[in-house]
Nanobody, 124 residues
């Protein structure tokens, strides 16, 4: 049974940090590129970051570059998104997905699996 589950969201003050986790079961992360996405109320879904399979290249949206870091732990089959210097505009539901390849934070091929999201709320 294939599952992706994002966790680690919560309420944080502006300037604070959170670390999101994306845990997979039923398949190996190493075989996929893993992306983080977010959707704020009334807005379209936005690609936030991606770590590409094979070479491990990481991509970030301009809005989070320098503040967010994506990483993976193959032993735990988990991908993380460390979010620092959070801003109120980072408030959104964050979800993760497994794809074939990613070429930027928003350009993907062959999306395979989506996980349920986790809510991040940043207060001013």
């Amino acid at each position: 049974d294939v599952q992706l589950q994002a966790s680690g969201g919560g309420l944080v003050q502006a300037g604070g940090s959170l670390r999101l986790s994306c845990a997979a079961s039923g398949f190996l992360f190493a075989d996929y590129s893993i992306g983080w996405f977010r959707q704020a109320p009334g807005k379209e879904r936005e690609g936030v970051s991606c770590i590409r399979r094979g070479d491990g290249n990481a991509y970030y949206a301009d809005s989070v570059k320098g503040r967010f870091t994506i990483s993976s732990d193959k032993a735990k089959n988990t991908v993380y998104l460390q979010m620092n210097s959070l801003k109120p505009e980072d408030t959104a539901v964050y979800s993760c997905a497994a794809a074939g390849w990613c070429y930027s934070s928003s350009a993907y091929s062959d999306m395979y699996y989506w996980g349920k999201g986790t809510l991040v709320t940043v207060s001013s």
